[in-house]
């Protein structure tokens, strides 16, 4: 076997294991929470021995290792349950939300490389000047709003009475058009955007000078070779390696800081749906999002260091 499929393998293996670990916790965790599922299901008018019927047939009053045993079996196999609030199933409830996730993730990360990756290039080339300091005060600014700030701030100034160019919320399928699918996916995204290009733009910058004062570098110039040459085949290579690591790890990390954006923008995606779970106490919904995100997250991990290693020559796969 090749030094990359070994690695792959060592990779996928410690995936494993670590998900094996999130499901546990995930499970405990669930059913932690307080109330009863089956209170839940019912109503709190409901008798005892309606709750008795419902915990039997929701297998509710088996001990827990085998009520963990029957769901990571279920959710392996792909058979994921049924909802206990609305009694569909999971999978179809989940998916076309998971999508609607996934295009606003996808959105975002476009947003936030086509403008943060060149601010912060720029910043750096020109260091120490008006353009750099603007830059350096504006990932500041980015930094220190929480995304429902910035999405309250963006809906009262673009969808209220000042502008009212975006709709409030909601979602609207590519099928019905992409300008109305396109305007309900905009504030959205462009919250997301603002807190992760600070940081992806303040990451660049930095590196890039660290890149700059190399001897590798200055030998470049002494040669008499073009500053657009020093920077394409020298600076950029090497100075954005640690940015494209960010990049591709920020796909699990909207995962998870979608849930507050989707609750601000009433977008029906994952992360709402984890929310309404959680108040309604909908176990298997729960169980089987956070799962989602977390193997999400995993692989784009594991992404982030194939690419790693492979923008980097002097990195060998499984080196430590």
Do not use: C
Not at 85 to 106: D, E, G, K
Not at 268 to 291: E, F, H, K, N, Y
Not at 299 to 306: M, P, Q, R, V
């Amino acid at each position: 076997m090749s030094a990359f499929s070994v690695y792959l393998v060592k990779r996928l293996g410690y995936i494993g294991v670590t998900l094996l670990l999130i499901s546990l916790i995930v499970f405990g965790v669930t059913q932690l929470l307080p109330g009863n599922a089956a209170v839940m299901i019912l109503g709190k008018q409901a008798t005892q021995e309606s709750v008795t019927a419902i915990e039997q047939q929701l297998g509710l009053n088996r001990p827990w290792y085998l009520q963990y045993t029957d769901w990571l079996v279920g959710f392996v196999t792909g058979d994921w349950g049924t909802s206990f609030t609305n009694q569909q199933s999971v999978m179809a409830l989940i998916a076309p939300r998971l999508v609607r996730s996934a295009q606003l993730a996808a959105i975002t990360t476009v947003l936030v490389t086509v403008t943060a990756i060149p601010l912060g290039v720029f910043a750096a080339i020109k260091q120490d000047s008006v353009w750099d300091l603007l830059t350096s005060a504006g990932g500041y600014v980015g930094v220190s709003f929480p995304e429902f700030v910035v999405g309250t701030a963006l809906l009262a100034l673009f969808a209220g009475p000042v502008f009212q160019i975006f709709p409030f919320g909601g979602y609207e399928p590519l099928s019905s058009g992409f300008v109305p699918w396109a305007r309900h996916l905009v504030l959205p995204s462009v919250t997301l955007s603002i807190i992760l290009t600070a940081h992806v733009m303040r990451l660049t910058r930095s590196e890039i000078v660290e890149v700059l004062r190399e001897d590798y570098v200055r030998s470049a110039r002494l040669k008499g070779l073009r500053e657009s040459r020093v920077l394409s085949r020298h600076t950029l290579r090497n100075g954005l390696l640690p940015t494209i690591t960010l990049l591709t790890l920020n796909v699990g990390y909207l995962l998870g800081s979608i849930v507050v954006v989707e609750e601000v923008f009433s977008f029906p995606g994952l992360g709402r749906l984890l929310v309404t779970s959680i108040q309604s106490r909908d176990l298997p919904v729960i169980q089987v999002a956070v799962m989602l995100i977390a193997i999400v997250y995993a692989f784009a991990n594991l992404t982030a260091d194939i690419m790693y290693t492979y923008l980097d020559p002097r990195i060998e796969y499984g080196e430590e």
